[in-house]
């Protein structure tokens, strides 16, 4: 359609330029015409003077004779020259009347075609002027183009109109107007027509540029931007690798603790450093990506901590970092076993829970207090239900201790042998009740000792059974 249009314009640009050609000729041949018939008036004037009058009383009878008949000759000539100048008046009157006429259809075509072209028409050589009975024939041709081009132009315009339509959706979309920057660029596109925003386009043209600029801007900051999250979220991975292999390292049963001293809370198969530096960058950046895309923002900085780990173990090809936990069992078994599949029960289930509790508490406590401190409290109710065991008691105990961490137990067992294992023991009894203020009294007895008298006199007998 856009070579059509090209055509039709160049073809009456052409036209146009022929009508204006011969416009400039018939108003050439009128003025031309006019001179000639003045330069003929003059020439007659001075040609055909009047003759003197004379005085026809004073002639005889015989000259007043011969007067007459070349009076009468004369005024017949004269007024056969006034009906042939009338004649070629007219004629000459009717020819500049038809090359006016030709000359304003001319520049009526002409000032059509350019209200068509607009003043950015394509120039074209010029032509030879055509003869008077060629006008007719191009003014048709010329007419001919005009409407062809009209008929672009609509063309030209309903797509216009089709495109703009398809814009005005893109812009009155909820999520173009959501972009706060963008609400000025649609409100000025939406309140146009095609051929207003044509007129506006301008001023449009001028709103988008802006638009544009300031989205390249952020654009050129946007790679910064990612680049700074990326480094931040490397730094997060390394603090997790770091916890990890912390747990692995320093997560060791204390040395004097019978059968398990020496052995390893956990153990990991996976080796996260053998992930390579532009694969790693490389999962970070897609991870924002990610993040963007769905609009996501996880909660904690765990969560992240988390997530990536999760892909850096799928880059390895493993679906798990696998993870084996020491298996407590009370003959003194130091099998390690997945964490996810932990296969004891009772008192060891509870003894490996607490293990898991204790190395992730002291890596936490040094997490938050950026160092060795005390790694907190841990109260335990009831627990020697179903640990009672003193193997598992001690591991609990001595894993404790390395660890930093106080453990209180309360109980009401009467196991002299469980109890015997702890350092400090005390018997909580109530004591009463104040009248007044309805506070209960309670009385602290030291049962260290006692403990100690009747582990002493259970040993002399035979081992009841435990759990």
């Given at each position: ?46 040609e055909?003077?009047?003759?003197p ?18 009076a ?19 004629r000459?009157?009717q ?41 007719a ?159 996501r ?28 936990l020491l ?5 003194g ?7 996810d599949r ?18 992730l508490a ?9 160092g ?25 105990i ?26 400090n ?33 259970d ?8 759990e």
């Amino acid at each position: 359609m856009r070579d059509g249009l090209r055509e039709a314009a160049a073809n009456a640009d052409t036209a146009f330029e022929s009508a204006r050609e011969a416009a400039s000729a018939a108003g050439a041949e009128a003025n031309a015409a006019k001179k000639d018939y003045r330069a003929e008036e003059r020439r007659r004037t001075e040609e055909i003077r009047p003759q003197p009058l004379v005085e026809l009383r004073s002639l005889d009878p015989e000259a007043l004779a011969a007067v007459v008949p070349r009076a009468e000759a004369d005024i017949l000539e004269q007024e056969a020259i006034a009906e042939r100048e009338k004649s070629a008046a007219r004629r000459t009157r009717q020819e500049a009347e038809g090359y006016r006429q030709t000359a304003e259809m001319c520049a009526n075509s002409a000032a059509n075609i350019g209200g068509v072209l607009g003043s950015d028409s394509v120039p074209t050589e010029r032509i030879e002027l055509p003869h008077e009975d060629q006008v007719a024939a191009l003014v048709t041709a010329t007419v001919a183009a005009l409407n062809h081009a009209r008929n672009a132009v609509s063309e030209a315009h309903k797509a216009v109109y089709e495109s703009y339509d398809e814009i005005r959706k893109f812009t009155n979309s909820g999520a173009f107007r959501e972009l706060e920057s963008e609400r000025v660029v649609a409100m000025h596109l939406s309140a146009n027509d095609p051929l207003a925003a044509a007129a506006n386009a301008e001023r449009t043209a001028g709103l988008i540029d802006d638009r544009l600029k300031t989205i390249e801007h952020d654009l050129s900051r946007l790679d910064e931007d990612l680049d700074a999250c990326v480094a931040e979220l490397g730094r997060l991975l390394r603090t997790a690798q770091h916890i990890l292999l912390r747990m692995v390292r320093d997560g060791h049963i204390p040395d004097h603790v019978p059968r398990f001293g020496g052995q390893p809370v956990f153990h990991m198969s996976a080796n996260l450093s053998r992930v390579a530096a532009g694969q790693r960058m490389e999962i970070l950046r897609r991870y924002v990506t990610d993040l963007a895309q769905d609009d996501r923002t996880p909660e904690t900085g765990q969560d992240i901590a988390a997530e990536l780990v999760e892909r850096m173990t799928a880059a390895l090809g493993r679906d798990s970092l696998g993870i084996r936990l020491l298996k407590p069992k009370g003959e003194g078994d130091t099998e390690h076993m997945p964490i996810d599949r932990v296969s004891v029960s009772g008192g060891e289930l509870l003894t490996a829970a607490m293990m898991i509790y204790l190395v992730l508490a002291r890596l936490r406590a040094e997490a938050m207090h950026g160092g060795a401190g005390e790694g907190g409290i841990l109260i335990m109710d009831n627990p020697l239900g179903k640990a009672n065991k003193a193997l598992l008691l001690k591991t609990q105990i001595g894993l404790a201790d390395a660890m930093g961490i106080q453990l209180f137990y309360t109980t009401g067992v009467q196991d002299t042998n469980a109890l015997a294992e702890f350092e400090n023991i005390v018997r909580l009894r109530r004591a009463g009740q104040s009248r007044g203020s309805r506070r209960i009294h309670v009385e602290v007895e030291a049962m260290r000792a006692h403990i100690d008298k009747r582990a002493a006199e259970d040993a002399a007998s035979p081992p009841a059974a435990a759990e």
